[in-house]
């Protein structure tokens, strides 16, 4: 197993609209192992393909699927999953590890249904809700190009353009 490295806002591979998966092989076994190697690094509960670089409609996610029973957990790689209901809107408060450090409010929906295939091709369906379901809903929208920020103002998303592009430069020269 290996950890990569996640990308980090503003960088243009977060804003691609990631390929099928059409080859259920060993290599993408491998990269949900490393993905997943990544999202406990970084204590996150969900990651997407595109995070690491990867135009493939992959996330990878260990969330309880009742905050009340944290010991329960949905810990899966979901492999083109897509979003086939979706109910009761609610506000959540969202992080992402490629835009550290920032937490905002975002509209999501409190009970999803989401189908998907395992990474060995297998048609599976899950109705999620609460923590989950807004996970699901996040990290799917990795997927297409889409982040949570995105649904904020567009002050404040210049804002933070602005901070993490100036991060990212100091990076550079360090
Ligand atoms: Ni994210």
Same mark, same amino acid.
């Given at each position: /197993? #290996?950890?990569? %490295?996640? =990308?980090?806002?503003? @960088? !243009?591979?977060?804003?691609?609209?990631? &390929?099928? *998966?059409? $080859?259920?092989? @060993?290599?993408?076994?491998?990269? #949900?192992?490393?993905?997943?190697?990544?999202?406990?690094? @970084?204590? +996150?509960? +969900?990651?997407?393909?595109?995070? =690491?670089?990867?135009?493939?409609?992959? *996330? =990878? /996610? !260990?969330?309880?699927?009742?905050?009340?029973?944290?010991?329960?957990?949905? &810990?899966? #790689?979901? $492999?083109?999953?897509?979003?086939?209901?979706?109910?009761?809107? /609610?506000?959540?408060?969202?992080?992402?590890?490629? $835009?550290? %450090?920032? =937490?905002?409010? *975002?509209?999501?929906?409190? %009970? *999803?249904? $989401?189908?998907?295939?395992?990474?060995? +091709?297998?048609?599976?369906?899950?109705?999620?809700?609460?923590?989950?379901?807004?996970?699901?809903?996040?990290?799917? @929208?990795?997927?297409? +190009?889409?982040?949570?920020? %995105?649904?904020?103002?567009?002050? &404040?998303?210049?804002?933070?353009? &602005?901070?993490?592009?100036?991060?990212?430069?100091? !990076?550079?020269? #360090?």
């Amino acid at each position: /197993m #290996a950890k990569l %490295d996640v =990308v980090i806002f503003p @960088d !243009e591979r977060l804003r691609q609209h990631c &390929k099928e *998966v059409t $080859v259920f092989d @060993d290599e993408l076994k491998q990269l #949900a192992e490393d993905m997943f190697e990544t999202m406990y690094a @970084d204590d +996150g509960v +969900g990651l997407a393909a595109p995070q =690491v670089g990867i135009s493939k409609r992959l *996330v =990878v /996610m !260990e969330v309880p699927f009742d905050e009340e029973k944290p010991e329960e957990l949905f &810990k899966e #790689a979901l $492999v083109n999953p897509v979003i086939i209901k979706k109910e009761n809107p /609610m506000v959540s408060k969202e992080g992402c590890l490629s $835009v550290p %450090d920032y =937490v905002a409010e *975002v509209e999501r929906f409190a %009970d *999803v249904t $989401v189908k998907y295939q395992t990474l060995d +091709g297998e048609e599976k369906e899950c109705t999620a809700h609460g923590l989950h379901a807004v996970c699901i809903q996040h990290e799917l @929208d990795h997927l297409d +190009g889409k982040l949570f920020i %995105d649904m904020l103002s567009r002050l &404040k998303r210049q804002m933070l353009q &602005k901070k993490y592009t100036k991060l990212k430069r100091r !990076e550079h020269l #360090a």
